[in-house]
């Protein structure tokens, strides 16, 4: 992940890329995780990963949910449901989907390339399957399509601890505006969903619109659409349309 | 006794006298310790959090690979009780019934060849349970309810009276999250036994404790008990008792007959020594238009275990704070399923401040006086109610030296009215106060014919620089260089030292090595009382000074003799002396401890919730510093500790009762992110209630950070936060 963040050409033409890397785990982390399996990281909840929790759906399909009725924060609140708020918790990822980027596989028959925006599967019922990954395959590359000339980009990060922490929420993207009004539009949210989320709605409204605050509150409250929340996630609904709103400011040049 | 000598107020920064060991990764921690021949612990801990174990099979694990013993409440031998301590009677020892009173509770221990085999057979062991419903939440009306249970309420004048003549009256609650030690070190117990001798290497404050707590549960002397712990990888508190891991681990070896290990799991740390207890405090004042004190009432509530004790006095030291007339103290404990709380740096102490500095802070704004200019008119120039004059008292300086170097003066009252670009800049402060604790203890040193010092006790470094500033101590009051003085301590065989906790053991140690000192240089004059080669022959202590290891004469420093020449002239190897100091709240004057202002910078992403600690500035008086190196750290530390409590830590209960998030990455501390620089300068004077003249500081550097930050944040967005920790969901 390091050797990639210094790559010159993610520094010139993928901010969003780098930012999103320098803002996951620690140094010493990154210099030894691969891209493949920053893609392949387990989503995070602290009742999954404590197997003294019988209610786990991820675990044990069909045991329940013990992270919907029991104190919750690092969790899901868009493609959650009562199965399961587990969230996925990579940076690179939400940068990714932004960027239509595609994984390669190889397995056993062949190889296929699956988009990354389809490659993670929402929990529904089955949370215990998290991608399309099948058995007897691996990643062998990841296909990051470069912005057009002229756009800019960045990502977010909001989290407790400043540093060496997962996001609460977080925003990756792509902005190409011309007169003032956006030509191209990407947009992805971290932190909030069980998978890396791609909020395509919002990139609807933004695509022709003029460049200000209404326009942003607007592909926020799109991206933010229908949560699913407990008690202990409901601040993160509005904490990620301002997060939205914060990312498209900066990177529209609004704010600086 | 004299006064110490040629001190100034602030000693040496000399570097850690430990640091090269541990730099090297040399200094033998309580984890590091092997036997040959040395068998492996793993704990089993409860998964529920009320109930009774219905039946436990371990007939597995028995029969996994390497494993020498499966412990369970079935089949140990009944166990003696464990002393009362200082700290109230002893950690309930889990394995003697079927009954279980928390989630995590320990269940079984196994023993085996390896850690590996030992973990992997732990979970072989199979547990019906018989649940019963558990309690829970502070506010559950089910909970039993202790009151007064240290006997601590106090009240002087008329409250009531006081409130109801006051102008202005503020009335709120202030509540604080229960919080985890999280000592880097993983608490560790290697037990040995050699017939009916044990030795015990564990992490703990306490040797001296320990050793008498084992010694009564195993049923021999005392004397055949030796605790060792001469590094300790932090504790802040979670050393203070003698766990019944420990005893477990010493069970253990004893059944299997071969040395045993057992390194808690972070997660098992949550659960097995101890935690800041969850807190509810009320508190009222009242005052005058101007803000003077004429009412308070402070009423705390903590949690606490179904079945055990734990002294968290969060309102014990509120009637001496301030100038009060009407003062009373009330305490709570309420009785939950949860692993028992314990000490955990500044106990009660640090909670009762923030909501006292934080009410302070709402009277300030009530009556439209600045927060300092309010305390200087409240300042307590004597101990209220004794009236006595304190032993020394610093903290009008405090305010006054620390507002001066934050920049205190360019604070405009009016919350929300400072910015920086786009983020709420907001400066808070608060005072600090931390009570006076003095216990026995003794001291033993020897000065060889080498010229060389070695002193001796059984106090603990716990990482806060024990060893570095007894040396400075020792170097300065035998007269020696600081390379001359060797101090071996964390062994319970060395003379009874108290604990290393409630910043009470160098003004103990401290005053033991003063002691044992003076009666040194008696020795020495002694020895050479009828000697007519010795220049020194017939003087009188106050007569000689020692320098370098010379003895000379005051009035002629040409004439003397070192240390080691008298030792060569007389035939002895060295000469060996014993100080021990019994504390006595000094005649006359009310004995004080540490005090401190802490000022701080917040900065308010208001779109965003995000609140960053821009810069800390403390000030702090600790009677007369051994060593500003090790002194600033121990304030810089806890500082961080404060910002962690004010931002960050929650240890989280599920409805099952267990931890939620007792790892690392979900429990966080700060990291140095969240850490900007910090300013501690140190003023006042030595402290008059003993002769060295120094106060603790262990643990006044984390009071008042907490209320300082929630003042501040209150500064910067008009936003009063009364519950900790401020995370930004509080702030949206």
């Given amino acids: ?256 | 006794m004299t006064a110490v000598t040629g001190s100034q107020l602030v000693g040496d920064p000399v570097d850690r006298v430990d640091g090269p060991l541990k730099v090297r990764g040399a200094a033998p921690y309580p984890s590091d310790v092997r036997y040959p021949g040395m068998a492996y612990a793993a704990l089993v801990q409860s998964t529920i959090a009320a109930g009774t174990i219905s039946s436990i099979d371990t007939a597995e694990a028995e029969a996994a690979p390497g494993v020498l013993a499966v412990l369970t409440h079935e089949n140990i031998p009944d166990l003696a009780e464990a002393p009362l301590t200082a700290l109230g009677s002893p950690p309930r020892f889990p394995l003697q019934d079927d009954r279980i009173v928390h989630h995590g509770q320990h269940v079984a221990l196994v023993v085996a060849g390896t850690s590996g085999q030992a973990a992997a057979a732990a979970r072989l062991i199979r547990i019906g349970y018989q649940e019963t419903p558990a309690i829970l939440d502070i506010a559950d009306p089910d909970a039993p309810v202790v009151t007064n249970p240290w006997g601590l309420e106090s009240e002087r004048g008329d409250v009531a009276a006081g409130l109801a003549s006051a102008d202005v009256v503020c009335d709120e609650t202030f509540t604080i999250a229960a919080e985890t030690n999280n000592p880097l070190g993983l608490f560790a117990t290697v037990a040995r036994w050699d017939g009916d001798r044990l030795v015990v290497h564990d992490s703990t404050q306490w040797p001296m404790m320990e050793r008498r707590t084992l010694a009564d549960v195993f049923g021999i002397p005392e004397d055949d008990v030796r605790v060792l712990v001469p590094y300790l990888g932090g504790a802040f508190g979670a050393g203070l008792r003698t766990w019944p891991h420990t005893i477990l681990t010493a069970l253990a070896a004893r059944i299997v007959n071969r040395p045993v290990k057992l390194v808690l799991t972070r997660p098992q740390m949550f659960t097995s020594v101890g935690h800041r207890p969850e807190t509810v405090q009320r508190v009222r004042l009242g005052a005058t238009r101007e803000g003077r004190l004429v009412a308070l009432d402070h009423e705390g509530t903590s949690t606490i275990g179904t079945e055990e004790a734990n002294l968290e006095p969060i309102t014990m030291g509120t009637p001496s704070l301030y100038a009060c007339p009407n003062v009373a103290t009330h305490d709570r404990q309420v009785r939950l399923n949860i692993p028992n709380p314990g000490p955990m740096r500044a106990p009660g102490t640090a909670q009762g401040n923030f909501a006292i500095e934080s009410a302070l802070d709402e009277l300030s704004y009530a009556v439209g006086v600045d927060p300092i200019e309010l305390r200087l008119r409240n300042h307590a120039e004597v101990q209220p109610g004794s009236g006595l004059p304190w032993s020394s008292n610093a903290l009008r300086e405090c305010y006054l030296v620390g507002a001066d170097r934050f920049g205190w003066a360019e604070r405009s009252a009016e919350p929300r009215s400072m910015r920086d670009g786009t983020e709420l800049v907001g400066y808070g402060m608060a005072g600090a106060a931390y009570h006076w604790y003095q216990t026995p203890c003794r001291v033993r040193i020897s000065i060889g014919r080498d010229g060389t010092a070695h002193v001796r006790s059984a106090a603990t470094d716990l990482g806060t620089g024990t060893y570095t500033v007894t040396t400075q101590l020792a170097a300065e009051l035998l007269g020696l260089d600081v390379g001359r003085v060797r101090v071996e301590i964390g062994d319970s065989d060395l003379p009874p030292a108290p604990q290393s906790g409630g910043s009470g053991l160098m003004i103990s140690l401290g005053n033991a090595v003063h002691d044992a000192a003076a009666t040194m240089l008696q020795a020495f004059i002694d020895a050479v009382a009828g000697d007519e080669a010795s220049p020194l022959r017939g003087r009188r202590p106050n007569e000689v000074a020692v320098h370098e290891g010379r003895i000379h004469l005051v009035a002629d420093p040409s004439a003397g003799e070192t240390y080691a020449e008298i030792l060569a002239r007389h035939g002895l190897d060295e000469i060996t002396v014993d100080g021990e100091v019994q504390p006595q709240p000094p005649a006359g004057m009310a004995p004080a401890g540490a005090f401190a202002a802490h000022f701080v910078e917040v900065r308010v992403d208001e779109d965003l919730g995000l609140l960053r600690i821009a810069r800390v500035v403390s000030a702090v008086d600790g009677g007369r510093i051994l060593n500003e190196k090790t002194a600033r750290s121990q304030i810089t530390g806890a500082t961080v500790m404060g910002i962690g409590m004010a931002m960050l830590e929650e240890t989280v209960f599920d409805p099952s009762g267990r931890i939620a998030n007792a790892t690392f990455g979900d429990y966080l501390i700060p990291v140095n992110a969240d850490v900007p620089t910090l300013d501690a300068v140190f003023v006042g004077e030595p402290d008059k209630s003993t002769p060295i003249g120094i106060k603790g500081l262990g643990e006044v550097g984390i009071v008042g950070v907490p209320a300082a930050i929630a003042n501040a944040v209150h500064h910067a967005t008009g936003r009063r936060i009364r519950s900790l920790p401020i995370t930004m969901d509080r702030l949206l």
């Fill in chain 1, 1 to 256: 992940m390091e050797e990639l963040a210094a790559d010159p050409v993610v520094i010139e033409r993928l901010p969003v890329v780098r930012e999103a890397l320098l803002l996951s785990a620690s140094t010493q982390l990154r210099n030894m995780a691969t891209i493949g399996g920053n893609i392949l990281q387990r989503t995070r909840c602290r009742y999954f990963r404590d197997a003294t929790v019988a209610a786990c759906n991820k675990r044990a399909p069909g045991s329940g949910c013990a992270a919907v009725t029991g104190p919750a924060r690092m969790h899901a609140i868009l493609g959650a449901d009562e199965h399961c708020i587990a969230v996925h918790a990579s940076d690179l990822c939400v940068s990714l989907v932004a960027l239509d980027a595609d994984v390669h596989i190889q397995g056993t028959g062949g190889r296929r390339t699956v988009p990354l925006t389809g490659f993670h599967v929402r929990p529904g019922d089955r949370p215990d399957i998290e991608n399309v990954l099948g058995h007897g395959e691996i990643i062998t590359e990841v296909d990051v399509p470069l912005l057009p000339v002229g756009t800019r980009s960045g990502y977010l990060k909001v989290r407790d601890r400043a540093s060496y922490e997962f996001a609460l929420t977080s925003a990756a993207a792509a902005l190409r505006v011309e007169d003032g009004v956006v030509a191209e539009a990407r947009l992805a949210l971290g932190g909030v969903g069980t998978v890396p989320w791609r909020a395509r709605e919002a990139e609807e409204i933004l695509t022709g619109a003029p460049v200000d605050d209404e326009t942003f509150r607007a592909a926020a409250e799109a991206a933010v659409r229908d949560p699913f929340t407990v008690p202990g996630t409901e601040f993160k609904v509005e904490l990620a349309k301002r997060t939205v709103v914060r990312i498209l400011q900066t990177v529209s040049g609004v704010r600086s």
